[in-house]
Structure formats: C-alpha cells, structure tokens
C-alpha cells in the first residue's frame, strides 16, 4: 500500500508522516530529504545553482534513502541538511527536470513492493498517482512559519521570525510555479488543513480515512 502526502513547507507533513508510519507499520520515505541531500552537495562544494552544472554533478551522485535516513555518496547526512540555507538551495534545485527525473525514478524503486508513506510536493501527482490514499496538508502560512521557527530554535539553529516567514512565502511561490511537477493537490487527495489542529489529531484524522490499525 501507499500513502502520498503532499503540502506546502512547514504543514506539518513530514512529522505526520513518520508518526504514522510508526503506528502503521509502514516504511517511511522523506522524498524532501533527497532534494535536501543534494542541495547540501552543491552547497559544501560551492557548485553554483545553475541547471547545467547540477545536472553535471547529478553524473557522480548517489543518494539513497534506507531505515529512515538519508545517505549521499553513501556517507549518512540526516543532520547536515536542516539548516534554512540548505532549504534555500533544495528548493532551487527541486525546479530543476533532471533533478526531479532521477529523485522520482530513485522514490518508486525504494517503494516498489512495500508498504510505505511518502511526503512531498508531488507524490501524489507525479510520483505515485496511483497511491492507494493521497492527503494534501496545508496551513496558514502564518502558522507554518512559526512551527519552522520553533523547530529551527528547538533543533539549535538561531532564526529570525520575520526572516523565516519570508522565506516561506518564497519557497511557496518556487513550488508552486515551478515548471516541472509543481506544487498542487492531486484532484482525488484528502485536504486537511492544520492551522488549528495537533499533530496527533491529524495522524488519527488519516488513520480514520485508511482504515485504522487494519491496512496491512
């Protein structure tokens, strides 16, 4: 079985994810992991963001997702890729076809013939549109930037509020007019909208909707 849940930056989608893969017993697959793992690349080797020259480095890149972290060049780099500068770099190299060509043929392989949930910004129209449920998780892009804000501070990392909420909207413009596989709700996806609601309370709402514990 599959489970898509596509968002906006900062809706809660990939905490919702790994809860309820846990619960479920699925695998989880953080697709904006793998955009992020070859953003750090091109950032510590000061590749500049060019079509072009990712596409070049995409040549001599391996980037694999397994036991719910990320490896690049098979080296683990889950907590090298959180910063704000390297989302600045992912969702630039995220317009880019090649980029999102290999990253989509890379997500389905990991998948194939497994239970799994995966959070992104086309999964359910790109990557799997035929997923067996797709839930599109928003928020107001107020309450998104204050959970980025608070997770930035939690996680150590000094941030700016108003800095933080700029960069959402950017990063909601980009996604959504890329060119290539956009940001958009999939026709057939669940909307839930998170501004006022827990976390849990969204696992539970989804849980709902597949079925509870009897999905396997």
Same mark, same amino acid.
Do not use: C
């Given at each position: 079985? $599959?489970?898509? *849940?596509?968002?906006?930056? %900062?809706?809660?989608?990939?905490?919702?994810?790994?809860? /309820?893969?846990?619960?479920?017993?699925?695998?989880?697959?953080?697709? %904006? @992991?793998?955009?992020? @793992?070859? @953003?750090?690349?091109?950032?510590?080797?000061? $590749?500049?963001?060019?079509?072009?020259?990712? +596409?070049?480095? /995409?040549?001599?890149?391996?980037?694999?997702?397994? +036991?719910?972290? $990320?490896?690049?060049?098979?080296?683990?780099?889950?907590?090298? *890729?959180?910063?704000?500068? *390297?989302?600045?770099?992912?969702?630039?190299?995220?317009?880019?076809?090649?980029?999102?060509?290999?990253?989509?043929?890379?997500?389905?392989?990991?998948?194939?013939?497994?239970?799994?949930?995966?959070?992104?910004?086309?999964?359910?129209?790109?990557?799997?549109?035929? @997923? +067996?449920?797709?839930?599109? *998780?928003?928020?107001?892009?107020?309450?998104?930037?204050?959970?980025?804000?608070?997770?930035? /501070?939690?996680? %150590?990392?000094?941030?700016?509020?108003?800095?933080?909420?700029?960069?959402?909207?950017?990063?909601?413009?980009?996604?959504?007019?890329?060119?290539?596989?956009?940001?958009?709700?999939?026709?057939?996806?669940? /909307?839930? +909208?998170?501004?006022?609601?827990?976390?849990?309370?969204?696992?539970?709402?989804?849980?709902?909707?597949? %079925?509870?514990?009897?999905?396997?």
């Amino acid at each position: 079985m $599959i489970i898509a *849940i596509d968002g906006p930056s %900062g809706a809660g989608k990939s905490t919702v994810a790994r809860l /309820l893969s846990r619960e479920l017993g699925f695998e989880y697959i953080d697709t %904006g @992991a793998m955009y992020r @793992a070859l @953003a750090y690349k091109a950032y510590i080797n000061n $590749i500049e963001v060019k079509e072009d020259t990712i +596409d070049e480095m /995409l040549e001599t890149t391996e980037v694999d997702y397994s +036991d719910n972290k $990320i490896f690049l060049d098979k080296m683990n780099v889950e907590s090298l *890729i959180r910063s704000e500068e *390297i989302s600045k770099y992912a969702s630039k190299i995220s317009a880019f076809k090649n980029v999102r060509t290999k990253m989509v043929e890379l997500q389905r392989n990991i998948a194939k013939n497994k239970n799994v949930i995966l959070d992104g910004r086309d999964i359910g129209t790109k990557v799997f549109p035929d @997923a +067996d449920f797709k839930f599109f *998780i928003t928020a107001s892009v107020e309450t998104r930037a204050e959970r980025r804000y608070e997770q930035l /501070l939690a996680g %150590g990392t000094a941030a700016d509020r108003d800095n933080v909420l700029e960069d959402i909207k950017k990063r909601d413009i980009n996604d959504s007019t890329r060119e290539f596989s956009p940001l958009k709700k999939a026709d057939d996806a669940i /909307l839930i +909208d998170t501004t006022h609601m827990e976390i849990n309370e969204v696992v539970r709402k989804i849980k709902d909707f597949v %079925g509870g514990q009897n999905v396997l």
